[in-house]
């Protein structure tokens, strides 16, 4: 597998005011104004692996850091971009650098131990991808996002990491076989990791998560 293989990319994070009835209208139809090499992370849910705190976002947009993104703004109603990240993207399992166009993706963005460098979070966070892809047995993809610049205001977030599994009801039978199997993840994580936010994306208006038609 080509670790060295990367794609620079931009994320923008999307907030909608609490239970606002504009939110999934629009989000469905900017999921269909984007381009085929766009990715659109939408209906975000807490993960079980979190601390089950809302999303702080309610969809993200990554796409390649060429798209045209400034059409998007008339499809808001009160919706608001309240975050931009460039990142740039690495493959750790799977063989494709783009998500597919079905299942579930728990994403988490990760905050570094403050007494570790950015090249030494860096250099660990990529010696966990062997760990990750041996155990996360059930993940077809597991992609990496190391920020290189983020917006004004926006969190310290260090990198956003991806993990595609069949649907949003699997992710325990597919990312960890046994208890086990969690502690080993979690400990290692711990060495370089204050903290991190974990979310699902999964369907939008009952379409594909990633609909482009």
């Not at 979310?199 to 038609?213: I, M, Q, Y």
Request: glycine share 6%; net charge negative.
């Amino acid at each position: 597998m080509d670790h060295d293989a990367v794609l620079d990319r931009v994320l923008l994070c999307i907030r909608f005011a609490a239970n606002d009835p504009a939110r999934d209208p629009a989000l469905a139809r900017i999921a269909k104004r984007l381009s085929p090499d766009a990715d659109f992370l939408g209906s975000l849910t807490p993960s079980p692996f979190g601390d089950g705190a809302p999303p702080r976002y309610d969809a993200l947009i990554d796409a390649p850091v060429t798209e045209d993104l400034s059409s998007l703004a008339d499809l808001f109603d009160t919706g608001t971009i309240m975050h931009r990240f460039h990142v740039r993207r690495r493959l750790g399992k799977g063989a494709s650098l783009l998500l597919p166009r079905a299942g579930a993706t728990v994403i988490s963005a990760i905050v570094k131990r403050p007494h570790l460098s950015n090249a030494e979070t860096d250099r660990r966070w990529l010696e966990h991808i062997v760990l990750a892809a041996e155990i996360h047995h059930g993940a077809s993809l597991y992609l990496q996002n190391l920020v290189l610049r983020a917006s004004a205001g926006a969190p310290a977030y260090f990198g956003f990491a991806y993990l595609q599994v069949p649907s949003a009801e699997c992710i325990g039978e597919a990312l960890f076989r046994t208890p086990a199997d969690m502690t080993v993840i979690n400990e290692d994580v711990a060495e370089f990791v204050e903290r991190a936010d974990s979310w699902v994306a999964r369907a939008v208006d009952g379409a594909s998560r990633l609909s482009h038609a």
